[in-house]
T-cell receptor, first 115, second 110 residues
């Protein structure tokens, strides 16, 4: 079945550091990838939608300069949390779908802790 | 706006049947998905209903009534490993965005 790989699984770093998270579709070409954020015991909050070769579409309230998204190929999207601060600590999850008729498949998530 | 309602917690015993309901208010409805998420893990796709009716996949079934803006996930022959959070999610519009409910924590007891 469809496999989405997300790396790294866990990051602990100092305040002010920029962190890059990768999301790869391993056995299919993902025309669209999505980035979510999830707080403990809460639902998934969509941050942005990323289509290959075009600029990401950010949800209301998500700072595009803070959360840089790149989707340079059909199998890779990256999320960079720039100048991270403790309030950015969260579980970040990507998903990918092959086309509009296919379900989204999720990566294993990245737990980001900013000290 | 868009909103989904599902119970926050459900408890059942091993071998039992449990139904998790989901009602939604949304524009541009394309379908209803269900995801399972274990503690610390990522969501796993369970099912998707675009049309009214029941979809069965092994021990899990999902139902949709578009006229009632309502769906449910039915879990049969519950096992301890089914203890997890279950999210309903509406597929909204042709952008393919998923809008998630707040999740239902299912606890299966021996």
């Amino acid at each position: 079945g469809a496999v989405v790989s997300q790396h790294p699984s866990r990051v602990i770093c100092k305040s002010g550091t920029s962190v890059k998270i990768e999301c790869r579709s391993l056995d299919f070409q993902a025309t669209t990838m999505f980035w979510y954020r999830q707080f403990p015991k809460k639902s998934l909050m969509l941050m942005a939608t990323s289509n290959e070769g075009s600029k990401a579409t950010y949800e209301q309230g998500v700072e595009k300069d803070k959360f840089l998204i790149n989707h340079a190929s059909l199998t890779l999207s990256t999320l960079t949390v720039t100048s991270a601060h403790p309030e950015d600590s969260s579980f970040y999850i990507c998903s990918a779908r092959e086309d509009s008729n296919q379900p989204q498949h999720f990566g294993d998530g990245t737990r980001l802790s900013i000290l | 706006g868009q909103s989904l309602e599902q119970p926050s917690e459900v408890t059942a015993v091993e071998g039992a049947i449990v139904q998790i309901n989901c009602t939604y208010q949304t524009s541009g409805f394309y379908g209803l998905s269900w995801y399972q998420q274990h503690d610390g893990g990522a969501p796993t796709f369970l099912s998707y209903n675009a049309l009214d009716g029941l979809e069965e996949t092994g021990r899990f079934s999902s139902f949709l009534s578009r006229s009632d803006s309502y769906g449910y996930l039915l879990l049969q022959e519950l096992q301890m490993k089914d203890s997890a959070s279950y999210f309903c999610a509406v597929l909204s519009g042709n952008t393919g965005k998923l809008i998630f409910g707040q999740g239902t924590t299912l606890q299966v007891k021996p």
